[in-house]
């Protein structure tokens, strides 16, 4: 029986040797986090054979038999073919099985921004580190990753206002405004604001479990964040300010944050009538 957690013993190597190749390339730890799953989530569902001997029929069969969601569908649609384009490259195969993939379109999320009374009361029942969490979705937008990252260091003090040093995806960086006394609370911090046990600081799932502990069902560490994109659309009517603040690289991206507010509607259509 083979350990879910590790890669079966045929693939181990070839596995192994490819997400160096990723760390190389600059990859970031989550990104190589996520295809290690996907690949060892493949080598013990095809722990009779080594990745040399995987036929493209064989790959179709195994990809066709997963009841996933569309995102994790092409999420490990990308990782298959990302190990194999490798494997090509490295002279380990003369071809790519996973090219017979179908290509999956990525969902188009709706906005689900988090109501104010369900995080005013997850903030009344949070302990001072897992309330700042909160605050840094819900008024700053941050995503998990950039939360867990925050550190004193990251406040900027421009005299009449705060801001605040995102560390986003990829490496990007962007700057945020944020509220004086939540500014305030992460200068106290002197270091990382949520440090881990072995001195960096904690990783995005502590984050995401912590906040999500204190929200009831179909509310996440994420909804915060489409809370902070619609309130800020409401305020300023540029989704291009949104989009920036958001760290997005796209604008379509961020209209999937964005749930227009009624107010706006009702305004149009008054200016609407003849």
Request: net charge positive; proline share 7%; charged share 25%.
């Amino acid at each position: 029986m083979p350990n879910k957690q590790y890669a079966a013993p045929a693939w181990r190597k070839e596995i192994e040797n490819y997400l160096a190749y990723l760390r190389a390339s600059g990859q970031r730890p989550e990104s190589v986090k996520t295809r290690s799953r996907q690949l060892v989530r493949l080598s013990n569902d095809l722990a009779d054979m080594t990745p040399n001997a995987v036929t493209p029929e064989l790959l179709l069969e195994w990809f066709e038999s997963k009841t996933w969601a569309r995102e994790t569908r092409r999420s490990a649609r990308d990782a298959v073919n990302g190990f194999y384009q490798w494997a090509v490259m490295s002279g380990l195969r003369v071809d790519n099985p996973a090219t017979v993939l179908p290509h999956v379109q990525r969902s188009t999320p709706n906005p689900h921004p988090c109501p104010d009374e369900v995080i005013r009361d997850a903030i009344s029942r949070a302990t001072p580190d897992v309330r700042m969490m909160i605050r840094l979705g819900a008024e700053c937008g941050l995503r998990r990753n950039e939360i867990a990252q925050v550190a004193a260091g990251d406040v900027l003090d421009g005299g009449d206002c705060y801001s605040l040093i995102v560390h986003g995806k990829g490496g990007r960086q962007r700057i945020v405004p944020m509220p004086d006394n939540l500014a305030r609370e992460v200068i106290s911090c002197g270091g990382y604001c949520f440090p881990g046990r072995f001195g960096g600081p904690v990783e995005a799932s502590y984050v995401g479990k912590r906040v999500g502990r204190l929200m009831p069902n179909g509310w996440s560490c994420h909804s915060l964040r489409h809370r902070y994109a619609t309130k800020l659309y409401a305020e300023t009517r540029d989704i291009l300010l949104v989009s920036k603040l958001l760290g997005h690289t796209k604008v379509e991206t961020t209209q999937a944050y964005v749930a227009i507010p009624a107010i706006g509607l009702r305004e149009t259509m008054k200016a609407m009538a003849v």
